[in-house]
Each structure stands twice: as structure tokens, then as C-alpha cells.
């Protein structure tokens, strides 16, 4: 069965973000990111991981919201056969992953 094990949220105050969902919440800061293209924090509650995120460019963010849109930007499912998971999922029009968000996430390092 395939699980949510990771959920992006795009806001304008990384740091008073995360302090809520450490603060009340008890997650653990697990990273910190500051690329050319987003900063925020990635935190965790051990099973599920939790990415605070301010985006600097519209291009990265997403031109359907831009990088001015707080709320949930993305989630992310764990399964246990991708490829099966993907032949049963059927995808909308202009649906799936994009690829600038992937680079995005690949330069936090």
C-alpha cells in the first residue's frame, strides 16, 4: 500500500513556519536548504518529512501559483512498486512531476 511520506509547503516565513510545526508538533529539523532557487527547512516526525519552502523564482514555485502562494505545494507517496503504481494511476492532462522542482531539490544538497 502506498503511504504519504513527504509533503512541501510553500510559504512566505520559512523560519516562523517551522517553528510552529517544531513548537507544537515536536518535529525535528532534519536539514536546512538555501540554493539559488528556494529556502526553507526539511523536518520530520520520523516517519513522515515535512519540507518548509520559500521559492525565488516563479519558474520553480510553479507558474500555475508563483512564488508568492503559500499553501501545500506538493506530496510525495511512497509505493511499494513504483512501476505498477504508475501503470494504474492514471495522470490529467499536464499532470507529474516537473522537472525544475526536482532540480530545485537536487541543488539543496
Given at each position: ?13 520559512v523560519?516562523k513556519t517551522?517553528?510552529?510545526y ?9 536539514a ?9 527547512y ?15 523564482n516563479d519558474a520553480?514555485a ?7 502562494w503559500s ?10 512498486a513504483?512501476?505498477a503504481?504508475?501503470?494504474t ?8 512531476p ?7 531539490s537536487?541543488r539543496?544538497g
Amino acid at each position: 500500500m502506498a503511504k504519504i511520506k513527504h509533503i512541501a509547503l510553500s510559504t512566505q516565513d520559512v523560519d516562523k513556519t517551522a517553528a510552529f510545526y517544531v513548537n507544537v508538533f515536536g518535529m525535528k529539523e532534519i536539514a536546512r536548504i538555501d540554493s539559488p532557487n528556494a529556502r526553507g527547512y526539511y523536518l520530520s516526525d520520523g516517519d513522515l518529512n515535512l519540507a518548509i519552502l520559500n521559492f525565488k523564482n516563479d519558474a520553480v514555485a510553479g507558474v500555475e501559483r508563483g512564488k508568492e502562494w503559500s499553501g501545500i505545494h506538493h506530496i510525495g507517496f511512497q509505493a511499494a512498486a513504483p512501476t505498477a503504481s504508475r501503470s494504474t494511476c492514471p495522470r490529467p492532462a499536464g499532470w507529474g512531476p516537473r522537472a525544475s522542482a526536482r532540480r530545485a531539490s537536487a541543488r539543496s544538497g
